[in-house]
């Protein structure tokens, strides 16, 4: 038996970004993606009821350049980084329940995300993470469902940086719980 899948890969090279300087609440450093981003994402259907996904990307992302002696952005360079990701999700035939569990791997210190699109088009968080979903029945108009999901379980990712009114700790993926 022959199972369907699908597998693309994608460049996206600007060749400008406008910087946004006047606001505070703002940070950039220029370009973000100034080295370039490159994705191959692949996704399979193992059974009707278990698919398998998986995104390789390479892309920039902001890391400390050094101690922040003064603006925070200027403490942060745009560094090229590596990223695999890999998701499992099944579904229960009789309960309808749907399980989904999965790893994103950076290749080093980044306080930005390296692939959102993918992350964003897979629904594959950074780090460890598992969901769960359930539907209840049907008591009122629309569908209703029970769902618990951790993200970035071991809290990875965190970057402590030190500036002149003490350290900071910059979180590209906050570890999260949810449930409702």
């Known amino acids: ?5 699908t597998a693309a890969a994608w460049t996206c090279l600007p060749r400008s970004l406008s910087r946004i300087t006047t ?6 450093t220029g370009d973000p993606l ?3 981003a490159r994705a191959w994402p692949l ?3 193992i059974t009707d009821d278990v698919e398998f996904a998986t995104v390789y990307a390479f892309a920039g992302a902001l ?3 050094s101690e922040a002696d003064g603006v925070l952005r200027e403490a ?14 099944a579904k229960v035939p009789r309960s309808g329940s749907s399980l989904s569990a999965g790893y994103k791997w950076v290749s080093g210190m980044s306080v930005s995300r390296v692939d959102p699109y993918g992350e964003s088009i897979y629904q594959i968080n950074p780090y460890l993470y598992i969901g769960i979903r359930q ?3 049907k008591f009122a108009l629309g569908r209703w469902e029970a769902n618990a999901e951790c993200d970035n379980l071991f809290a990875q990712g965190y970057v402590p940086l030190s500036t002149p009114e003490g350290s900071v700790l910059l979180v590209p993926a906050f570890r999260s719980f949810r449930g409702g």
Do not use: Y
């Open 34 to 36: 100034r080295t370039g």
């Open 43 to 45: 996704r399979q259907k």
């Open 1 to 5: 038996m022959t199972s369907p899948f």
């Open 76 to 89: 942060l360079r745009t560094m090229p980084r590596h990223s695999l990701a890999a998701k499992v999700s």
């Open 23 to 28: 606001r505070k609440d703002l940070l950039t």
């Open 63 to 65: 890391v400390p350049a």
């Open 135 to 137: 539907p209840l029945p």
